[in-house]
């Protein structure tokens, strides 16, 4: 409706766009992919897993986990989807590297209704069967992820359009659109008269070099015939630009720089913004990343045994409060122990700290008098 067209690369060209993809992006890749199995204790990491290294530190000869993982989410967060070929050894059908497939990659079935995965590589197409793509949709529901950039089109052309009014505005030193009106006396100007005005008054005021001032001669007036910025309320259209770029991609503005009227960017408020992003937006992200993996590409003996954890608690790294009271709770509860939780902080382990302990205040009534007064030796009679 507003004219602009809409591609990938004219939506990343919206600062808020741009900001709250990255945002995401970043975030995503910079938590650790940790292979775990399944035991009769529960699960436990695998470290010297064959795929522990391909998710968490060199999924292909040319990009580190990070850099890998960014493309993927990047994908999710515009084209809908993101797309790995998969290397598979010769014998054996491990896979031996995750290479980066373009978002723009077209889905379809053949005539049996297997999937197939077709994209340009330097100008060539290729063609590949279910079995040799890595594939993870965002929301939607078929063969493909929908695109957030095709849904939000008609909000990204406005952006777009606000965007281009504010640059032309500026680009003319936000002079206003208009007519030279003639006095009443003159009924038609000659060519020549016309060729004169056109350049002693047209041409010299616009431009971004045009003069400050003007003169109008003879009863010459100008009538203006577009809404100034103010009157077009520029400021707040672009304010609302931004929080509506941030409901389609689903991140908070607050989370790239932009806070609502009246509204801080510091304090508790905003932290339980941070809060409601991890768990609303993010902890999905994660989910379909795990669930693509378990489908895709661990076989279904392995899914039996072996599980791809994302570590969400890696978000709290960065609040030493958070953190230390997150430590503390499972610790208290028996769910960690102390080599653990120095393990998590990067420390070496200390004697005895391999056993789980926890806190007994909190005992059945009947064995309160067998614990005693605060979980001390038990009251005698006199006492």
Not at 113 to 130: H, I, N, S, W
Not at 214 to 234: H, N, P, T, W, Y
């Amino acid at each position: 409706w507003a004219g602009e067209p809409v591609s990938v690369s004219g939506a990343l060209k919206l600062s808020a766009f741009w900001a709250g993809v990255r945002v995401t992006a970043e975030t995503v890749a910079s938590l650790s992919f940790d292979i775990m199995e399944k035991t009769s204790q529960g699960k436990v990491r695998v470290p010297d897993h064959d795929l522990q290294g391909l998710f968490d530190a060199s999924p292909n000869a040319d990009q580190t986990a990070v850099e890998f993982w960014e493309g993927r989410v990047l994908g999710l967060c515009t084209t809908g989807n993101g797309f790995a070929e998969k290397v598979l050894r010769p014998r054996g059908g491990d896979i031996l590297a995750l290479n980066p497939m373009p978002a723009e990659t077209f889905v379809d079935r053949t005539a049996d209704g297997a999937l197939r995965y077709r994209f340009l590589d330097r100008g060539k197409e290729v063609t590949l069967p279910e079995e040799k793509v890595f594939h993870v949709k965002a929301f939607g529901d078929g063969d493909m992820g929908w695109s957030p950039v095709e849904f939000a089109r008609q909000g990204l052309s406005l952006a777009l359009a606000t965007e281009k009014a504010a640059g032309h505005a500026y680009s003319r030193g936000l002079r206003t659109k208009g007519f030279f009106v003639m006095p009443p006396n003159v009924r038609q100007l000659t060519a020549e008269q016309r060729a004169d005005a056109k350049k002693t008054l047209v041409e010299a005021n616009s431009g971004p070099n045009a003069p400050w001032a003007g003169i109008l001669e003879g009863g010459v007036d100008f009538k203006a015939v577009a809404l100034s910025m103010r009157d077009a309320e520029m400021i707040l259209n672009r304010r609302f630009n931004v929080e509506d770029v941030c409901r389609w991609i689903g991140v908070p503005p607050v989370i790239i720089g932009h806070s609502a009227e009246g509204q801080t960017m510091w304090g508790t408020g905003v932290s339980a913004i941070m809060q409601s992003w991890y768990t609303l937006r993010l902890r999905t992200i994660l989910k379909r990343i795990e669930q693509a993996i378990a489908k895709r590409i661990l076989t279904p003996a392995q899914r039996l045994r072996f599980a791809v954890k994302i570590n969400y608690e890696d978000l709290l790294r960065g609040d030493t409060k958070a953190r230390s009271a997150f430590y503390v709770a499972l610790l208290n509860a028996g769910v960690l122990t102390i080599n653990e939780v120095r393990e998590l902080e990067g420390r070496p382990p200390v004697e005895g700290g391999d056993v789980p302990r926890m806190q007994s205040q909190n005992v059945p009534i009947t064995q309160a008098d067998e614990l005693g007064h605060n979980g001390g030796p038990p009251l005698g009679d006199d006492e």
